[in-house]
Nanobody, 120 residues
Framework: QVQLVEFGGGDVQAGGSLGLSCVAS????????MGWYRQAPGKQREFVAS???????NYADFVKGRFTISRENAKNMVILQMNSLKPEDTAVYYC??????????????WGQGTQVTVSS
């Protein structure tokens, strides 16, 4: 099995910055894409950013120029640096990992997420 644990959420004022990290652990053979999603109260979970093993990076339009995704493959870690935060960025942030290992393949089960709250 595989587990995802997110770190780094918190409270910040508009215009501030936060860095999120996510570590995948367990039985992992291959990790392909790592990314971030978020879910605000009363809304569906939405895509934020992704990074493939081949180096392809994608961002949702609403974070382009403000958020940066990176990964440390040796640590099975994905990082999201968030700058120029806005109140509408308030949400629980979840990392997504696609790959396979013993007992799993495709999308790894979601972790518990980490809360980001941006005040105006």
């Amino acid at each position: 099995q595989v587990q995802l644990v997110e770190f780094g959420g918190g409270d910040v004022q508009a215009g501030g910055s936060l860095g999120l990290s996510c570590v995948a652990s367990g039985s992992i053979l291959i990790i392909d894409t790592m990314g971030w999603y978020r879910q605000a109260p009363g809304k569906q979970r939405e895509f934020v950013a992704s990074s493939s093993s081949g180096g392809m990076i994608n961002y949702a339009d609403f974070v382009k120029g403000r958020f940066t995704i990176s990964r440390e493959n040796a640590k099975n870690m994905v990082i999201l640096q968030m700058n120029s935060l806005k109140p509408e960025d308030t949400a629980v942030y979840y990392c997504r990992v696609d790959g396979y290992g013993r007992g799993w393949s495709g999308r790894a089960p979601w972790g518990q997420g980490t809360q980001v709250t941006v005040s105006s």
